[in-house]
């Protein structure tokens, strides 16, 4: 009884994992927040991507997000902990509706790091900032003793810019709409794994790490505003965490089709290998899309014409049947519920 | 020469500190930015307290400010990293004479950290985020595996608001200007070393931290605008570090006297004792002030008024000779260069 209470009383892995065990950390952390929002924009309370500053007599928002990146190895197959800020910051402004314009980095830096390994990953920092035509506008650096820290992590900001009329949000689903996954799942995560020490696999499998910034141009206004109801990036937690979110903050039943999901044969193999489940596993350069279903085929094929996108497919639809659940139709015919994970134990995996 | 090369290669506490390696490490770092700031606001290569956010057709402008938090003891006399979290955040925003609004955390824990203790760190975050009247607008929260990191650190950044008029910066610094220091220098870096384990100093010093607010709503807009040139806290690299930053960018000599500048006894005695220069020594309630010399007198009534500034003095003022130099005028009547600080060995101070 005592060392269950005291194993209660500790945070695990789990806990930052993007699962059940990350939500009620998260609801423990918000839950005596005096403010939550500002005035009637999204706060920390809709646990969205991001949140918004409505300002007063203007017709855009500012959007925030805020991440902390603390991925091992800090290079990995498809990209390093420069490149990863950069686009997970990114691709959360997009999945608000905003125009990124602007991101600030706190780097931490374990001392005895090399400078040489440290300008390989600012250079590939700012090299990504620049390809996506965003300001590096503010930044703060601390260094830990020696054996305090890892090497080196990052925590960045994104600054966005949306009109106020666009409503993205994950409580957005409409009964009816269509689900659009643009690319293959599990990419980022397995690619990882199979990277890191002690797992000998052979592969030329590479993190989908990248913008979701041509999607987002492709778009345009119009549909942004009019026939996407939520957008989001599967990274921590997966497609699983992502769709039961959605059908949790939606109170929509989200129903997927297992063949029609974009799976390489590598992450299969090394998911079925280590015995983890590849619709938990983070994705890099993804998003989940719920949009209008008279607009699905038209958005689909605008997204499929882009290099990131190319993989898209349309993979499941919402109902009102079973809210606040994710159900899956099995290829050999049978229907399962797929579950918020519990939080794998796959550490720094972003 | 070769051990000479290698240990320039390396990441040294020093490059975290507030000093001249400080200085050197982030000029590397943003080298090779592509975009620097937005349109005509503040950015990142002014190395000021924030960046600021035109928005075109719009009179105010948004102030964004970023900081990591590596404080170590997580707890110590005055307050705890929640706490120091939040005050440094709010102050930097203060400092370039903006209006907080918002903060977004990044928490990073070490697998196996207490959730009793965390709850702590979180309820002294939310519980200071209530006493400026500002949201927590987003968040994010990673566990790191044990032994990656210890214990947890935070990195936040504050979202703030004002007329695009206010310009109150590093390089805007006048000849003839008085130089204020709103109270006690180096409370919090030697309260710190002091409740540090293996110090065994018996002392009710406590840190200084605390917001900045009461000192900013007394000034009000009218001084802050016409005459308030300059505002700065003095955390890593002390007063000297910051009267030098000055200094440089304003291309002005500011002269200081020693026995204006307000310290306590037993800063003074720890300091001595460690072989520490108390200028060099963060504080994290304290602000350093460049005002016109007509209403000197005025501003420093006012901020006496208060509560954090009852201790505040004029110690100096600015001159054309020596410029980019900061002079001391000693108490046993001679004058000494105020160096920039190379970056003293206090790890973990903020």
């Keep these: 009884m005592s060392s269950q209470k005291e194993s209660s009383n500790i945070i695990r892995l789990a806990h930052g994992a993007g699962g059940f065990l990350q939500e009620e950390l998260i609801n423990f952390i918000i839950k005596d927040i005096a403010i939550k929002k500002i005035s009637n924009g999204i706060g920390v309370e809709e646990l969205d991507d991001g949140a918004t500053i409505p300002l007063k007599d203007y017709n855009q928002e500012i959007v925030i997000t805020t991440d902390g990146h ?12 420069g490149s990863l800020s950069v686009c997970g910051t990114v691709n959360d402004l997009l999945m608000m509706g905003a125009e990124p314009i602007a991101i600030t980095s706190v780097i931490i830096i374990e001392e005895g790091f090399k400078f040489d390994t ?29 054996g305090s820290l890892n090497e080196i992590i990052m925590a ?119 015995g983890l489940d590849p619709y938990n596993i983070a994705s890099e350069g993804r998003a989940l899309l719920s949009v ?44 399962r519920f797929i579950d918020m994970p519990l939080g794998e134990l796959i550490p720094r995996i972003c």
């Design 118 to 146: 440290l300008e390989k990953i600012i250079h590939s920092f700012n090299l990504k900032a620049k390809e996506a035509n965003i300001a590096i506008i503010a930044g703060d650096t601390k260094v830990m003793p020696n």
């Design 292 to 335: 209008d279903p008279q607009f699905a085929e038209v958005i689909l094929k605008k997204i499929k014409s882009t290099q990131i996108g190319k993989g898209a497919e349309i993979i499941g639809e919402v109902k009102s049947e079973n809210p606040k659940q994710v159900l899956l139709k099995t290829i050999v015919g049978g229907t």
């Design 156 to 274: 960045t900001t994104g600054i966005g810019i949306k009109d106020k009329q666009i409503k993205i949000l994950d409580n957005g689903l409409k009964i009816g709409d269509k689900i659009i996954i643009t690319g293959s799942i599990g990419d980022h995560g397995t690619a990882l794994m199979a990277s890191r020490e002690g797992l000998n696999i052979s592969t030329d499998l590479k993190s989908d790490l990248g913008f979701l910034l041509e999607i987002n141009n492709i778009l345009g206004f119009e549909i942004k505003n009019n026939y996407i109801h939520a957008m989001k990036d599967p990274t921590r937690g997966g497609i699983a965490g992502n769709l039961n979110d959605w059908a949790k903050k939606s109170n929509v039943g989200i129903y997927i089709e297992e063949e029609k999901i974009p799976i390489k044969k590598q992450v299969t193999a090394i998911c079925d290998m280590l």
């Design 70 to 81: 603390t991925v091992y190895p800090i290079f990995f197959p498809g990209g390093d902990l």
